[in-house]
């Protein structure tokens, strides 16, 4: 059992049990925890489920020169390169 604590240490006590919030963590605040974790687990979800949706207008069946054959340089896969300008 955890000694009442002096009153500089007051705010790690639940008062309405006596004892402190390691021994009995405060319920009121332990269900917001929780429904803000589950708010951003749900938001995940949701945002997860966007992009699988988003993921269907990506075609991925078409190859993509990437790199410039020229001068190594990133084409995004863009039909010319952004940098030379040679046909990717």
């Known amino acids: ?16 049990r006596g004892l402190c919030l390691n021994c009995t963590p405060d319920v009121q605040a332990e269900v917001e925890e929780a429904r803000a974790e589950g708010l951003v687990a749900a938001t995940r ?4 489920a966007v992009g699988e949706q988003q993921a269907q207008a990506v075609d ?7 790199v410039c054959p020229q ?18």
């Open 60 to 66: 991925v069946k078409t190859e993509r020169q990437l």
């Open 45 to 48: 979800a949701n945002a997860y």
């Open 71 to 88: 001068c190594n340089a990133e084409t995004h896969g863009g039909t010319f390169c952004p940098e030379c300008g040679t046909a990717t």
């Open 1 to 16: 059992m955890c000694p009442v604590p002096s009153p500089r240490l007051r705010p790690c006590w639940n008062t309405d």
